[in-house]
């Protein structure tokens, strides 16, 4: 399974990318918020990160596989979780991931029907389901950062949720959660623990 492909951005058009990668030219489809990342990067070499699925049908013996690229692993991770949701699946997906991943994260995190059902192919039914599914791990996707990250910046994501989930256990709501540790994230300030974090909230609290 390739999951991974990195070459030479040789065309782009509204469904897919044409990557340059030795002899050989692959086309791998993009959802529209990944489409948007690589406009103006024609000629330039770029990484996708990739998942594969066989498109046909199976008693027919048509199958043809695909690629879906995406530019980074938690992106790749949230499409494969809206993937999993009875009555998506990977062609829906594809048509339907019109905004940046964390957009629809809030949405589903914020149990917002409205806002969901707007993406092409997503009813009211079907967003009702996405929420069912997936409120409760769209966390790390509600307050990702879209590009990918140097290793010491990884690290401090990685304390932000841990701060994200401390605010939880000490009762607050998602969204309260959520936006207290976007408040203190807003002044661009480091934080290296997550006692640091908790003490910026309170501390701005406190004002």
């Known amino acids: 399974m390739i999951t991974r492909i990195t070459g030479k951005l040789a065309a782009l058009s509204h469904e897919a990318a044409t990557i340059a990668a030795g002899p050989f030219e692959y086309e791998v489809f993009v959802p529209e918020f990944v489409r948007r990342q690589l406009q103006g990067r024609l000629g330039e070499e770029i990484s996708l990160r ?19 690229g995406f530019t980074s692993d938690a992106e790749r991770e949230f499409f494969d979780a809206i993937c999993s949701v009875d009555g998506v699946g990977v062609k829906k997906a594809l048509r339907s991931m019109v905004r940046p991943v964390r957009e629809v994260a809030v949405a589903i995190e914020e149990q917002n029907v409205k806002q969901l059902s707007a993406l092409p192919g997503i009813g009211a039914g079907l967003a009702e389901r996405i929420i069912a599914k997936l409120r409760k791990k769209m966390a790390k996707f509600a307050l990702m950062i879209q590009q990918e990250l140097p290793a010491d910046q990884a690290a401090e994501r990685g304390v932000v949720h841990d701060a994200y989930e401390a605010l939880l256990s000490l009762g607050h709501s998602t969204v309260d959660a959520r936006q207290k540790v976007e408040q203190v994230l807003a002044g661009n300030r480091k934080f290296k623990t997550v006692e640091e974090i908790l ?5 701005l609290q406190s004002r």
Do not use: Q
């Open 50 to 68: 990739t998942i594969e699925y066989l498109e046909g049908t199976p008693g027919r013996g048509n199958l043809t596989p695909r690629m879906i």
């Open 199 to 203: 003490e910026e909230i309170y501390r």
